[in-house]
């Protein structure tokens, strides 16, 4: 079939896209509407931790849509309750409200700060986020992240969402004051550019915000669910956040994400928050398939081979090609690139013929890789061999612009 065939004009333009449809995907790999495979270290944006279409997604999808979609939030499901345990029993946390989306579970956790701060802190409201931080696109978590102009496209949006700079922990502290109820970051920026927030930076924020009773919240939803080698990310530093939210990997690519608190923090009543889809059992049982896959003995150890084995590979590209070096966390990594030759290189990557090649670019001078955890030795000797033909491509093009002959 023909790309016109396919008539995308009745969607509202949100973002560019290129002229593909895709079809089929499994595991690292996925297939547009005329055939051509794609080699995707996208992964539905870190979505896919498994990869494209696991078997155990599939059995799980079909054997609960058999048995029970949707008996209404007003009851308890079964695998609702199981997937509450297991993250209860493999998390600090004691609570668990489930949502549909990451900025869903982010908004529940600045309306579960503010009732606490309403309940033990004279009402205090404000929530320190940081520059370049990413907490979703609903009114409030547009204005909790720092993109620039986030916080007034849509005004009047929501305010007390005063802005620090991640790693310096006295620009956290220049901001409290008797408003503040809680200091929320993502352990590492993903959108931001995969800027990791170190150890010792966690630890003093939990220190600081323990010093003035504040609630410290992560937003996992990026680097939750094993994209660290950890399975959550604030594990990194061993300390204990009050709440914490994940989303994309927690569903494996289905709509799932959740809230998660210390049992002094779940101070929501009846009445304060729900939702019609929120913990139906469709999708909490997905959710119990891919945790389960998650704790399987050795997984986490592989991600962890893994990353370091992706680490190593990136850098000898960057030495290679005269780049500025890679980072990130697990399987959650960055190439520096020197230069804004990304979104060009993700352009060139996806066009390669016979295969193609998914990155991504959320910064101009960088590409972000977030492969399955499943990934295989294979599948990143692969990628990085036509990530080097692309950029020798680029590098070449650059040159040749800049020194006309
Ligand atoms: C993707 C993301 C979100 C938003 O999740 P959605 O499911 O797109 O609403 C929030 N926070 C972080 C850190 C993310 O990476």
Not at 131 to 151: E, I, N, Q, V
Request: with cysteine.
């Amino acid at each position: 079939m023909e790309f016109s065939q396919y008539n995308v004009n009745a969607l509202m333009h949100i973002t560019p896209r290129p002229e593909l449809v895709f079809t089929e995907g499994k595991g690292m790999w996925m297939t547009d509407h005329q055939g051509k495979r794609y080699l995707d270290y996208l992964q539905g944006w870190a979505v896919n931790c498994l990869g494209h279409s696991p078997d155990c997604i599939r059995e799980a999808l079909v054997e609960q849509s058999s048995k029970l979609l949707n008996p209404s939030p007003a009851f308890y499901n079964a695998p609702m309750a199981e997937l509450a345990n297991m993250l209860t029993t493999h998390s600090c946390f004691d609570r668990v409200f489930f949502t549909n989306s990451g900025a869903e579970a982010n908004e529940g956790a600045i309306k579960l700060a503010r009732k606490w701060g309403q309940l033990n802190k004279n009402g205090a409201f404000e929530i320190i986020t940081f520059d370049h931080g990413f907490h979703g696109r609903t009114l409030a978590t547009m204005s909790a992240s720092g993109k620039p102009g986030w916080d007034t496209i849509f005004a009047p949006q929501v305010t007390g969402f005063p802005k620090a700079d991640l790693n310096d922990i006295a620009s956290v502290e220049k901001l409290i004051n008797a408003n503040t109820v809680a200091v929320m970051l993502e352990p590492v920026q993903g959108e931001g550019g995969v800027i990791p927030a170190s150890s010792s930076f966690m630890q003093e924020l939990r220190a600081l915000t323990k010093k003035h009773n504040l609630l410290l919240i992560v937003d996992e939803v990026q680097t939750g669910m094993g994209r660290t080698g950890e399975l959550f990310g604030y594990q990194l530093s061993g300390i204990e956040p009050d709440i914490m939210t994940l989303g994309k990997g927690i569903g494996g690519g289905v709509p799932l994400a959740a809230l998660l608190c210390k049992e002094e923090v779940a101070c929501f009543v009846p009445g304060d928050q729900g939702g019609t889809y929120n913990g139906n059992p469709l999708i909490t049982a997905v959710g119990i398939a891919v945790l389960k896959s998650l704790i399987a003995p050795g997984f986490l150890e592989e991600v962890k081979e893994k990353s370091a084995y992706l680490s190593q590979a990136l850098t000898q590209l960057s030495e290679r090609f005269g780049l500025e070096g890679e980072r990130g966390e697990g399987l959650l990594r960055a190439l520096m690139l020197g230069s804004d030759i990304g979104a060009r290189l993700v352009e060139v990557a996806r066009d390669m013929q016979p295969i193609g090649l998914l990155i991504n670019s959320p910064r101009p001078n960088l590409l972000r890789f977030m492969p399955a955890l499943n990934v295989s030795y294979e599948e990143i000797d692969t990628m990085i061999s036509m990530l080097g033909q692309v950029i020798q491509q680029v590098q070449a093009e650059q040159a040749a612009t800049s020194s006309p002959t």
